[in-house]
């Protein structure tokens, strides 16, 4: 299951994510927003990272339109590793090398077509574990 969240300014983005997925046989839970009107990214993001953090998503795409307050928000609960990604290598490295759990796009940022290519490479990369598992326990030993 992949938790789902945006504010306003990816709300068209994300309505899109969600049929992308659906075309492909993915489950996903929609934190919201639901609507153009404006709201805090914050009140989206955090509940669906801790979606992600307490197991009942796999993984989670959040989305505004620089992607960066969602990915802050995100990597503020504990256990996130959530990465803010606008090519399609750093989506794949991401996965092989940080174990990455959480993916967020600006829609403003990067278009439609790239960011359904980044999610679909993301979702379809496998962590590479190895030296990579032992960097990502030493960064997470940073948690508070």
Avoid at 21 to 30: M, T, V
Avoid at 80 to 104: E, G, K, P, Y
Wanted: with cysteine; hydrophobic share 40%; net charge negative.
């Amino acid at each position: 299951m992949i938790a789902l969240a945006c504010d306003h300014g990816a709300y068209a983005l994300k309505e899109e994510v969600k049929k992308h997925l659906e075309k492909k046989g993915l489950e996903y839970k929609d934190f919201g927003t639901h609507s153009l009107d404006s709201c805090d990214y914050p009140d989206f993001a955090g509940p669906a990272a801790l979606a992600v953090a307490s197991g009942e998503c796999d993984r989670g795409i959040v989305l505004c339109t620089t992607g960066i307050g969602v990915s802050i928000t995100a990597n503020k609960v504990k256990g996130i590793r959530c990465a803010l990604l606008s090519d399609v290598m750093s989506a794949r490295l991401t996965r092989q090398h940080n174990d990455t759990n959480m993916m967020a796009i600006g829609a403003g940022v990067v278009g439609q077509m790239l960011a359904l290519e980044i999610i679909d490479t993301w979702l379809g990369t496998e962590f590479e574990g190895g030296r990579h598992a032992r960097r990502v326990e030493k960064l997470m030993s940073y948690e508070g």
